[in-house]
């Protein structure tokens, strides 16, 4: 069964630490891995795309690492801001055309 | 703004009433996808389009829910007599795809649906 697990649910930290943010998959045959971004009442926005033979991939403060043996993606985020609060949901994709997407992890940055 | 939009951004309805979403996709993208979020879980997949056909439904989208896509460019989703399990988030998002590859979507604001 394609599936997509992320842990932890939900994550508070304060500002200016950093976080990593997990996702397992099982889906077959994988063809990419997405991390986006949710603010609350907001559609998803795109932070990073991966394929099987990317191993880690950046975008700013945000940093994906892809394990396709493990089927094992991470979201790490250095020096978060407030405006890093939101949800942050795993999709990945079966044969460029079915998307599985994660329940996400809501993430709660404190001043 | 060249993105995704979706219409309205809010609806409340009383129960047993339709209500009719549409979705103004990036328009050079051939593939428009419909997703039901509920508070707390990620997008449930709906149904989707290439150009004007709708290839996919999934078993979530009751004979109460249909979605047409006419001309290939704006998509419409219509719940007929809503019930308050149909509250959530209807999000739409766009895509570009070559042959049976779809590429990034990319997703509009949403829109809140509350049945009272």
């Known amino acids: 069964k394609n599936q997509v697990e992320q842990s932890p649910q939900s994550l508070i930290i304060l500002e200016g630490k950093n976080c990593t943010l997990q996702c397992n998959y099982t889906v077959s045959p994988f063809s990419n891995l997405r991390w986006y971004k949710q603010d609350t009442g907001r559609g998803p926005v795109s932070l990073t795309i991966?394929?099987?033979?990317?191993n880690t991939k950046s975008n700013g403060r945000y940093t994906a690492t892809l394990d396709a043996d493990t089927k094992q993606s991470s979201l790490h985020i250095t020096a978060s801001q407030l405006s890093d609060s939101a949800s942050y949901i795993c999709v990945v994709s079966a044969n460029f055309n079915k998307f599985y997407f994660g329940s996400g992890t809501k993430l709660n940055v404190k001043p | 703004d060249t993105g995704v939009s979706q219409d309205p951004r809010h609806k409340i309805t009383k129960r047993g009433q339709n209500v009719t979403f549409r979705c103004d996709p990036i328009s050079e993208h051939n593939r428009l996808y419909w997703y039901r979020q509920t508070l707390g879980q990620g997008p449930e997949f709906l149904t989707y389009?290439?150009?004007?056909?709708?290839?996919?439904k999934s078993r979530l989208l009751s004979d109460r829910f249909s979605a047409e896509r006419p001309k290939g460019s704006f998509s419409t989703l219509e719940i007929q007599r809503t019930e308050q399990g149909d509250s959530a988030m209807y999000l739409c998002?766009?895509?570009?795809?070559?042959?049976?590859?779809?590429?990034?979507?990319?997703f509009g604001p949403g829109t809140r649906l509350t049945v009272t």
């Open positions: 991966m394929t099987f033979s990317e």
């Open positions: 389009f290439q150009n004007e056909a709708q290839l996919e």
């Open positions: 998002a766009s895509s570009y795809s070559v042959g049976s590859s779809s590429y990034e979507q990319y």
